[in-house]
């Protein structure tokens, strides 16, 4: 018996034991191998032109059998003889494939797969035993490979009818804990060939069983011969030759949504690094979008093999309800079941989030009812993603963003209010309101669109927290209507006014920062502005989780001084009437907090008030 050339049997055992998570993933290796067989032979036909083969001919075979628990991957590639079987599956992690295309620079059409020369002993994770037979292509000897693991392998010369290569798995025992039994079942084999291996671009076929019945009504088993895999991948298509419901098709088949996506990009990159994808924007939130068993990531294939189901690498969080497959001949780790962090993986990054936001900005600018449907479901995530960094993400998403406007009743962004504002204007300015009708109400949003200009309503809990980080668009600061600072009428106060500024500040001090008189609120008798970086809504929804954090806005009292309840003011205040002062201040504050929307901590206090003042 022949040991394999490695520095030591502990290497053979790291292949076996520790390279590979997932036992399952053998298949896909020696699937691969099999189809860079057929590559060989292949380039071969293509270079020297006298093989008489021609792609059709070529395709992987997988056969069971249940009573000697042996599973046969079979392809009709190149084949090899004993020293290209002592060379590759006797040297741990020496690459034939890899060796094939450092020497073939011409290698246009084909696929290698292999880079590292260690998924061959990926079945060692399932066996006890390989037996590897092959006829190299235009010989008529064959060999046997056989090896148990880590004790070494022989190689004799053997029969073969036709060249290629047979690798015959003898299967473990079950245990408690594995069921290797389940690798011989048609199901297992279907389901993993469609999960890892489904656009080999080679047939893999299996033989099927099946039952027909005669013209005389008996039942007759007849087997045929089925191709398990689809092959060439939608994504490796031209485009011209493809229709809507071929991608409609296919994300149904790959990510189970019974409806069609939202939209669909199909991308053909060449550059630094060269890449094919298809990804799709669902029509609606995935049920468990907001939950932690949500995981964000595109399926990754390297030659129409899959690597990995949810390559997180390659969406920002702020796009992570993008779905879709990525195929790239990347630098992968040793056992390809996870990519190496390196420049290629970023350059494809990029280039997709990109390609992702001029979609949406297209769709943004010819079709604003379809985009802003999408916004409502996904736009949430993509103000979290300004907000999460504190605003370093500004730039990139700012004009994603739509906010209902006040003045046209329509979404707009930020660009178009900054196109339309008067020209002496320099600031955006915004509402904290649930829908249109409840932002008109408010008293500033009348006297802003009275003057001409638009107010932005902020109907998420998010929203102003967003705002704030950015600060200002194009030159513009974002304001809120309640801001201390907005400001659109110039009351001038005397002295008289002042002195009762200053006894009002001095009662509500526990709760109010400042008071100031406007005689432009209509109707309403108080309002409140704030001042600071706390507003009154981010007061609210910070207060509102379940932690001990609390916060507290600075609160300006704006009274108004055409209504009745300054009159009453102003008359106790010249009159000394100490305790009805303070009890119409009082009364005025909770006024205003019932127009804010701000919670009463004592509302027996209010009631009290105004029975005993009116």
Not at 453 to 463: F, G, M, T
Request: hydrophobic share 35%; net charge negative.
């Amino acid at each position: 018996m022949k040991q394999f050339k490695t520095e030591s049997k502990k290497v053979m055992d790291l292949m076996i034991n520790s390279i590979y998570t997932n036992k399952e993933i053998f298949l896909r290796e020696l699937i691969s191998n099999a189809s860079d067989a057929i590559d060989k032979l292949y380039y071969e036909s293509l270079k020297n032109g006298n093989t008489g083969l021609s792609r059709n001919d070529f395709s992987i075979h997988i056969s069971t059998d249940k009573e000697n628990r042996t599973l046969t991957i079979s392809d009709n590639g190149i084949g090899m003889n004993d020293a290209d079987l002592e060379k590759n599956l006797g040297t741990i992690a020496k690459s034939g494939s890899q060796d094939f295309k450092n020497n073939a620079k011409d290698l246009n059409d084909i696929d290698i797969i292999g880079q590292f020369g260690v998924g061959f002993y990926s079945a060692f994770m399932v066996v006890d035993k390989v037996e590897v037979i092959s006829k190299p292509f235009g010989s008529d000897k064959a060999y046997k490979w056989v090896s148990s693991g880590v004790e070494g392998f022989e190689i004799t010369e053997t029969e073969k009818n036709s060249f290629g290569t047979d690798v015959i798995l003898h299967l473990k025992k079950d245990t408690d804990d594995e069921n290797y039994s389940k690798y011989l079942e048609e199901y297992e084999i279907r389901s993993l060939v469609k999960k890892y291996s489904d656009y080999v671009r080679y047939p893999i076929t299996i033989d099927v069983e099946k039952t027909e019945k005669t013209d005389d009504g008996k039942e007759v088993k007849k087997v045929e011969l089925e191709t398990l895999n689809s092959m060439l991948p939608l994504w490796k298509r031209n485009k011209s030759e493809l229709k809507e419901e071929d991608y409609n098709h296919l994300y149904s088949d790959l990510f189970y949504d019974s409806e069609k996506p939202f939209d669909y990009l199909h991308l053909n990159l060449e550059g630094a690094v060269n890449y094919k994808a298809i990804l799709f924007i669902p029509n609606r939130i995935p049920y468990n979008y907001y939950s932690k068993e949500y995981e964000k990531g595109l399926k990754l294939y390297t030659n129409g093999v899959l690597i990995t189901e949810k390559c997180s690498e390659l969406l920002p969080d702020y796009f992570n309800f993008v779905k879709g497959v990525v195929d790239a001949d990347l630098q992968l780790n040793i056992s390809r079941e996870t990519l190496q962090h390196s420049r290629q993986i970023t350059v494809i990054a990029n280039s997709i989030e990109n390609k992702i936001k001029d979609e949406l900005l297209k769709i943004q600018k010819n079709d604003r009812e379809k985009y802003v449907e999408f916004f409502k479901n996904f736009g949430t995530q993509i103000k979290y993603g300004i907000y999460q960094v504190w605003g370093m993400n500004k730039e990139k998403l700012q004009d994603l963003l739509v906010f209902e406007s006040v003045k046209t009743e329509k979404y707009i962004t930020l660009k178009e209010y900054s196109e339309t504002k008067l020209n002496d204007q320099k600031e955006i300015y915004y509402v904290n309101a649930k829908n249109i009708q409840s932002a008109k109400n408010i008293p500033q949003v009348k006297q802003a669109v009275e003057k001409g200009e638009d107010v932005l309503i902020l109907s998420e809990d998010i929203d102003e927290f967003v705002v704030k980080v950015m600060r200002e668009y194009n030159g513009l600061q974002l304001k809120s209507v309640f801001d201390s600072d907005f400001s659109l009428n110039d009351y001038k106060t005397n002295d008289d006014e002042n002195k009762i500024i200053e006894k009002v500040k001095g009662v509500l001090k526990d709760e109010i920062e400042n008071v100031v008189l406007t005689n432009d609120l209509n109707d309403i008798s108080a309002s409140i502005l704030t001042v600071g970086e706390i507003s009154l809504e981010m007061e609210k929804v910070i207060n509102s989780n379940p932690i001990n954090q609390k916060v507290k806005a600075k609160k300006v009292l704006q009274i108004n001084v055409n209504s009745n309840e300054y009159k009453a003011l102003k008359s106790s205040f010249e009159n000394e009437a100490e305790e009805k002062f303070n009890n119409i201040s009082k009364l005025l504050m909770y006024e205003a907090f019932i127009v804010a929307d701000i919670k009463i901590e004592k509302p027996d206090e209010f009631v009290k008030l105004i029975s005993q003042n009116f």
